[in-house]
Every structure is written in C-alpha cells, then in structure tokens.
C-alpha cells in the first residue's frame, strides 16, 4: 500500500526542511531548492534567481547553463517521494438568501434561462470563497 503525503504550506518545519528560504512550501519550491542545493554541492555556488539562505556565492551564467544541463539529465535518476504535494485546502460555505421577484422579472428568467413560459419557483444562493479574498 501507497501513502500519498502531502504538506501544509505554512508549516515552518517542512519549509525549513524541505524549501528552505521561501515563506511557503510548495511543491514547486521543494524542487527549485533542489536544484539550488545541487548547484551548491556540484559547482560551489546558488542560482541567482533561488532563495539563498545561506548567502553561496551566486552562479555565473555559464554555471548555471551547466547545472541545467546536469539537471536534465539527473530528472530520471531522482526519487519523487522527496517535495510531497501540496495540502490543498479549500474553504467554502454558501448563504441560502430568499428574495421577492416581480412577475416580470420571473418571466425573463423563465424565458432566458429554462426556455419556458411556465410558472417556476426559484432558490438563490451566494457562495463564498474565502481564499480569493
């Protein structure tokens, strides 16, 4: 049996551990940080553009060619199980509002929506999505 983990992306020990110097685990960062460290350990310097925590040397463009080049070839080679998935975790909730509607206003929607011209009874919700805030 397969357990699928994942990580929370606010957990401070899993950022620490597995992206260090980014202020959210994801995935995505999991795996630039891997690339940051090979970098370190392979040719002695950080990619310009990753987090640095530990303030290495920046890579010279050429470096940085290279440690692409290695990268690509090593995709194969390196377990998946290291940078878990993302938690996702989505909070909705809904308000059931009720709300008068004039004849004509229920005979447009009528018409429009259900392409009848018989009398229908209708339910209005407003769905909130916290995390677009």
Known sequence: IHKQECAISTDQEIINSKA???????????????LRNAGISILNCSVFFLPNPGQIMNCSPAQTVKLFQLSEKKMGESPQDFCPLDCIKEIYSARVSSHIMTEGFKSLVSK??????????????????????
């Open 20 to 34: 260090p110097g980014y202020q959210l685990y994801s995935k995505e960062n999991c795996e630039l940080s891997t």
């Open 112 to 133: 429009a929506f259900l392409n009848t011209e018989t009398e229908q009874q209708f339910a209005a919700m407003t769905v909130h999505y916290p995390s677009f805030d």
